[in-house]
């Protein structure tokens, strides 16, 4: 269970990430 909550929040930051740079780069 903890391994997968952690896996979520990985993506979902590697996601902000991505968007925040594709914003940033525009």
């Known amino acids: ?4 909550v952690v896996v979520k929040l990985l993506g979902r930051n590697i996601g902000y990430g991505a968007l925040y740079n594709r914003i940033t780069s525009l």
């Open 1 to 4: 269970m903890e391994f997968t």
